[in-house]
């Protein structure tokens, strides 16, 4: 399978299991930039745009490989989320990745020690998404 | 001797004359969008209109997503139109929320800076400090330059995506090292 140039296909290169990462931003410029760049690493990608609407998908759909998600969002923040996860039988062995247009060491701190398995700065970049690659679940 | 040679010479630039003509025109239209593309893409480098972030996502345009960099610049556009016209009745809002102004700039300039819409960012980050500052001149006027850069840019790419589905194929083909 040949793989688009500059980035690693080591999504979903496996015939029985694609992975599949749910990714949330109210922004729907992210979302597309996000899904665009997991998909052109082979990942099969959901979109929402809350958390709320986040959970209800994981609450029907167990197959989530990886959850991406935006800090600010409104009603409920990224960092919201990774707690519910994280503290959810069913939920805490998927791994959240946070991502945020602010670089700020206190909230990243907060949210690695919540449990994130890593913290975006955006813009988004495929170079960011492929070290992600070895955390899949 | 002279004139043998004279003619043989006018003969030869006919024919090469009538090459150009019958087979080369279409290519010669094409390199000349292909210039004014380059161009108008170098104009938005240089001025700052534009930063590396677009550069990535031309880079991640390919054979199944040919149109995505215009996708995502439409969707921008529709969602930076809209909190310009929520920042809007914001600042003519009495008494002025500056907590709501700023966040409905911060979302903007978010926004702008998925598309490295760079000029915009800048302006946005000038407008943050001012509400920080609860300075309403200094809020009228950021927003005045983000209104601007707002129209420059939707104009610029306008062109940009014109000029690229004109040049068509063949340059999307070059693009992408087939």
Redesign the interface.
């Known amino acids: 399978m040949s793989s688009p140039r500059g980035t690693k296909a080591c999504g979903g290169v496996a015939a029985d299991r694609q992975i599949h990462v749910l990714a949330v931003d109210d922004s729907s410029v992210d979302r597309a930039v996000i899904a665009r760049i997991l998909r052109s690493s082979k990942y099969r990608v959901t979109t929402v745009d809350s958390g709320k609407k986040a959970l209800e998908l994981l609450g029907l759909e167990p197959n989530v490989n990886m959850i991406i998600t935006d800090y600010w969002m409104p009603e409920m923040t990224g960092y919201e989320l990774l707690k519910i996860v994280k503290e959810s039988s069913e939920l805490r062995e998927i791994p959240v990745v946070i991502m945020s247009s602010e670089n700020v060491p206190n909230r990243i701190n907060r949210c690695l020690e919540e449990g994130a398995e890593d913290f975006l700065l955006k813009p988004v970049r495929p170079s960011d998404v492929s070290r992600l690659c070895n955390r899949m679940r | 001797m002279a004139l043998a040679s004279h003619r043989h010479i006018s003969s030869c630039l006919c024919s090469i004359h009538s090459s150009l003509c019958y087979s080369t025109r279409p290519e010669m239209e094409r390199s000349s969008l292909q210039r004014q593309l380059a161009n108008l893409k170098k104009s938005l480098f240089d001025q700052g209109n534009l930063d590396e972030?677009f550069d990535?996502?031309e880079?991640?345009q390919?054979d199944?997503?040919p149109n995505?960099v215009e996708?995502?610049v439409t969707?921008?556009f529709?969602?930076s139109s809209r909190l310009v016209a929520n920042i809007e009745q914001a600042i003519e809002k009495s008494p002025r929320d500056y907590g709501s102004l700023d966040a409905l700039v911060?979302?903007l300039?978010?926004?702008a800076?998925?598309?490295?819409a760079a000029k915009m960012m800048k302006e946005c980050t000038v407008f943050r400090e001012y509400c920080d500052k609860r300075n309403l001149e200094g809020c009228l006027r950021s927003f005045q330059k983000v209104k601007k850069e707002h129209s420059t840019l939707r104009l610029k790419l306008e062109n940009y995506f014109q000029l690229l589905r004109q040049v068509g194929p063949a340059e999307k083909a070059t693009r992408?090292?087939n």
């Not at chain 2, 800076?113 to 490295?116: C, P």
């Open positions: 972030q990535q996502l880079e991640l390919d199944a997503s995505f996708e995502v969707l921008f529709r969602d911060h979302q300039k978010d926004s800076s998925s598309i490295g992408s090292g």
